[in-house]
DNA sequence: ATATAATTGAGAATGATAATCAATTACACC
DNA sequence: GGTGTAATTGATTATCATTCTCAATTATAT
C-alpha cells in the first residue's frame, strides 16, 4: 500500500504531470487535515507547516488529489464545497445537522447493495455516490426541543 | 388538496408575510417549469409570461417558496443550486450522468426504511434526505465506448 | 546542458447569490 | 373606504468562492 504521496507523484507521472515541491507540501497538509476541509481550510495548513504554497496553486491541485483519487468532495456547506480524504480509507455516508453543523458519518452494507441493484436496473454506471440525511442530531433535538414527528413545524 | 397558490398563500399569511403580485406570479411560474431549475430558470419563465419580477426578488422567494416545501434544493450542478417542485409529489432520488448531464429519478422503497433504521441508530431526527449517485448513463457508456468495471480509468 | 511544456504567484475576472436603500404597497385596524 | 406601518420591491452594489491570465520560473526527458 503506497503513501498518499507515493500515490500522487505515481499518478503525476502517469499523465506527465510535474512533481512539484508545492504539489509535495500540498499533499502533506492533505494527510493533516481531519474529517472535512475546503480550499481554504487546506490554505491554512499550509501556512501553519511554513509553506507559501499560493491559495491559486491549491485551487489547482484539487482536482488533480480527485483524479488521484485521494480526496473526494462530499458536501456542499454554506456556498463551500468540502472534500475528504478517501485514499485508503472506507466508504461512508453522511448525517449533517442542520442546526450545529455537526457531521455523523456511517456506512450501511444494505445501502451500498441497494445502490448497486438500482445502478443495475437502470444500466447505469456508478462512479460515486453519496447519501446525505440532513435534519437534527440528538443534542440540537434537546436543545431546541423539538420533538419527533414534528420536524416539519420547527424551522 | 390545495393548490400551489393557495398553499404558498396559506404559508405567508401564516407568518405575517404579504401576498404580492410579485410572489403570485413566481409561484405562476414554478409551476410551469419543468423538472429541476435555478433561480435564472425561474427568471427567465417569468420574462416568457410577460412579467418583469426582477431576479433579487427571485432570490428573495427561493427560501420561502423552500420553507413552506413547495420546492426542494435537489442538486448542485456546474456551481448552480437546482431546486424541483415537491408538492403533492413523490419523494425520489437521482441518478445524475456527468457525461452528458441527464438525470434519472428512482424511488426505493427499501433505501427509504434503510434511512429511517439509519436515523434511529444515531437518534437523528432527519427533515430531509439525499441519495445522489453519479456515474454514467447507458447512452454515454457506449458513446465513450466504456466498459462495465472501468468507470475508474475513465475520466 | 538544453529545450520545452508544465507550473507558479499575483492579481484581475467571473458569476451566483446576498445586502443595501429609498420608494412603493399589502393589509390589519379603525 | 382611508390610514399607518411593516413588509416588499427594483436597481444597484457588494461579497466571496472559484477560475482565469500572463509573464516568469522550473521539472524533467533527451
Known sequence: MFSYKERFKYFLKERNLKYTPER?????????????FDAEDIYQQLRRQESNVSLATV??????????????ETLHCRDKVLYERIYNKKHHDHLVCINCGRIIEFYNEEVEKLQDEICRKYQFLATEHRLGIKGYCKGCQDKLNIKINSAKEKK
Open 24 to 36: 509535495k507540501e500540498i499533499i502533506e497538509a492533505i494527510v493533516k487535515l481531519q474529517k472535512h
Open 59 to 72: 485551487y489547482r491541485t484539487i482536482p488533480l488529489l480527485v483524479d488521484s483519487e485521494l480526496i473526494i
